[in-house]
T-cell receptor, first 111, second 113 residues
């Protein structure tokens, strides 16, 4: 049974470039969450969707970040333009009930 | 604002040396408290959910307990493979079941053989 799938696993880009992170949730899960993890701030929620609808985007740092969920099996997190301070590990998680199941993460490095 | 504080930040144990990890929380009504394990380079892995004070759950060498202000993850006779970062998270009662979690910064456990 496939878990949450994220791609790419690693991304290195230069400041100012657009970055798109992708997530496929577990089939049957109706909630999807995007988190960012850094040593300084730990695991922070960026945005989450219920039934493909964004519910809370208060954690999105600024307008450079955007997220979409066009259907129940796919979501993207886009950063445009990227900055060095965006370097972190980005996790996607999905849930059917309260327990969230995480993907392996995308390690983003912006130089 | 919901807050989760975990202590200590890091813990080093000898194999077989039992101990407890603490998670203190402040939330306007608790819907659930969650424990996750995270190995280096991987995503958090779900361990337990606790819903009410006095509740306990066990899995192998791990036992999680809950009071009105904190939760403990007790590790009995740990093995080197228990080395990981353990994360605690809370979900407020004001939100729905499929809603956001607020995480602590985690406790990094190292178990020496």
């Amino acid at each position: 049974d496939a878990g949450v799938i994220q791609s790419p696993r690693h991304e290195v880009t230069e400041m100012g470039q657009e970055v798109t992170l992708r997530c496929k949730p577990i089939s049957g899960h109706n909630s999807l969450f995007w988190y960012r993890q850094t040593m300084m701030r730990g695991l922070e929620l960026l945005i989450y969707f219920n039934n493909n609808v964004p519910i809370d985007d208060s954690g999105m740092p600024e307008d450079r970040f955007s997220a979409k969920m066009p259907n129940a099996s796919f979501s993207t997190l886009k950063i445009q333009p990227s900055e060095p301070r965006d370097s972190a590990v980005y996790f996607c998680a999905s849930s059917a009930l309260a327990e969230q199941y995480f993907g392996p993460g995308t390690r983003l490095t912006v130089t | 604002e919901d807050q989760v504080t975990q202590s200590p930040e890091a813990l080093r144990l000898q194999e077989g040396e039992s101990s407890s990890l603490n998670c203190s929380y402040t939330v306007s009504g608790l819907r659930g408290l969650f424990w996750y394990r995270q190995d280096p380079g991987k995503g958090p892995e779900f361990l337990f959910t606790l819903y009410s004070a006095g509740e306990e759950k066990e899995k192998e060498r791990l036992k999680a307990t809950l009071t009105k202000k904190e939760s403990f993850l007790h590790i009995t006779a740990p093995k080197p493979e228990d080395s990981a970062t353990y994360l605690c998270a809370v979900q407020p009662l004001t939100s729905g079941a499929n809603s956001k979690l607020t995480f602590g910064k985690g406790i990094t456990l190292s178990v020496r053989p």
